[in-house]
Nanobody, 123 residues
Framework: QVQLIESGGGLVQAGGSLRLSCTAS????????IGWFRQAPGKEREFVAA????????DYTDSVKGRFTISRENAKNTVYLQMNSLKPEDTAAYYC????????????????WGQGTQVTVSS
């Protein structure tokens, strides 16, 4: 079992940057792929990015490609989501989630979830 805690959210102007962190405890972190998802008010949760257990494979949804970068430091049990050139449409609660080894873009395939961190981008 693994527990996940997100941090780094906040209020930023359009064009600005934020770095989200997802820190894990309770199990062997390097066994897990980590995904970032987001949910805006009134909308379904959507996939943002994911990284496999080793960091050798990453996936992004089209709307964030070239702006967001996912990375991990297994020695620190942490996955990062660097978000640049933020847009108002990036405003959402961001969640990290864990599943065994391989990435997935489907939220239903993740077993463990954090509580989320709010990102608000003003225009």
């Amino acid at each position: 079992q693994v527990q996940l805690i997100e941090s780094g959210g906040g209020l930023v102007q359009a064009g600005g940057s934020l770095r989200l962190s997802c820190t894990a405890s309770g199990s062997i972190f390097s066994m897990y792929a980590i995904g970032w998802f987001r949910q805006a008010p009134g909308k379904e949760r959507e996939f943002v990015a994911a990284i496999n257990w080793s960091g050798g494979q990453t996936d992004y949804t089209d709307s964030v490609k070239g702006r967001f970068t996912i990375s991990r430091e297994n020695a620190k049990n942490t996955v990062y989501l660097q978000m640049n050139s933020l847009k108002p449409e990036d405003t959402a609660a961001y969640y990290c989630a864990a599943r065994s080894i391989r990435t997935s873009t489907h939220s239903s395939e993740y077993n463990y979830w954090g509580q989320g961190t709010q990102v608000t981008v003003s225009s």
